[in-house]
């Protein structure tokens, strides 16, 4: 059993930056591919960014190119997203997901577990 916890949402300016952390207990962290997801209000949970078991692949939503970076350190059992040039549709409540399916997952049923999210907030 993984247990996922999210940190570092909170209220910025459109064009500021946030940085999100998962820190992951109860399994070998290694072995997951590890995914970022965001849900607004009303709205479905939305692929924004996933990273490889090794850190060496990443796939991004079109729309967070450029803007958006995830990461992991192994060691520390810990995946980062970095959100620059934040835009107030990036607003929603950011999950950190972690999946046994090999590569770079990007749909919520291949994700195993589930962190409870972390609030991100953009004003314009």
């Known amino acids: 059993q993984v247990q996922l916890v999210e940190s570092g949402g909170g209220l910025v300016q459109a064009g500021g930056s946030l940085r999100l952390s998962c820190a992951a207990s109860g399994g070998t962290f290694s072995t997951y591919g590890m995914g970022w997801f965001r849900q607004a209000p009303g709205k479905e949970r939305e692929f924004v960014a996933c990273?490889?078991?090794?850190?060496?692949?990443?796939y991004y939503l079109d729309s967070v190119k450029g803007r958006f970076t995830i990461s992991r350190d192994n060691a520390k059992i810990t995946v980062y997203l970095q959100m620059n040039s934040l835009k107030p549709e990036d607003a929603a409540v950011y999950y950190c997901?972690?999946?046994?399916?090999?590569?770079?997952?990007?749909?919520?049923?291949?994700?195993?577990?589930w962190g409870q999210g972390t609030q991100v907030t953009v004003s314009s």
């Open positions: 997901a972690a999946s046994s399916v090999l590569g770079t997952p990007r749909e919520p049923t291949d994700y195993d577990y």
């Open positions: 990273i490889n078991r090794s850190g060496t692949g990443t």
